[in-house]
């Protein structure tokens, strides 16, 4: 994959983060994973509450029948980010984590950077993820955007995000933010 390729889809992981953020903060629904333990194997769901998950309502999210008396088990995640679902944790895509470790097996091409993560590290996210809505507009009007009140925090983080991507905002006012500097 190239560069652009790889630059583009993280950009629409981005908008697709920030799309999630706005469906919580209408319906207050949050992302959870069901593991249901069975005698043929494991199979995972991801099922979206607003409340933590009894099992008695987990076994009703299931598409199979659960046996606890046949040594059935669920578990119940509901520690999972809006940013592992859509992709932009960059700590949890395995291209990423194998191509900043080293590899153990005879591929020894010897480059294993990611020019993606190297753009984007995750700092930068987790620093406009804590930005407050002031901040964030004066970053984005510092660089000659103007913003409409009617934006949200999660609209203009976007923005942000998608501009440091495209380099109408520097990396260095992202170092900044994530203590780089």
Do not use: C
């Not at 992981?13 to 194997?41: E, F, S, T, W």
């Amino acid at each position: 994959m190239s560069n652009h390729e790889s630059t583009e889809a993280l950009s629409l992981r981005v908008q697709a983060l920030a799309l999630l953020q706005q469906a919580q903060q209408i319906d207050g629904l949050k992302p959870i994973l069901i593991n249901h333990r069975h005698q043929y194997g494991s199979t995972g769901y991801l099922v979206w509450s607003a409340e933590d998950l009894t099992e008695k309502v987990a076994s009703k999210m299931t598409d199979s029948n659960f046996e606890p008396e046949l040594d059935e088990t669920l578990d119940i995640e509901s520690v999972i980010s809006l940013e592992q679902v859509a992709g932009t944790d960059i700590t949890q895509r395995v291209p990423d984590v194998l191509k900043s470790s080293p590899i153990d097996d005879d591929d020894d091409s010897g480059d294993h950077s990611d020019p993606v993560s190297d753009s984007f590290p995750q700092a930068y996210h987790t620093a406009i993820n804590r930005l407050d809505y002031g901040t964030l507009q004066t970053i984005l009007e510092d660089h000659g955007f103007a913003v409409n009140s009617s934006e949200s925090a999660d609209d203009l983080r976007q923005a942000v995000r998608q501009n440091v991507l495209d380099g109408t905002i520097s990396k260095s006012v992202m170092d900044i933010y994530a203590g780089k500097d």
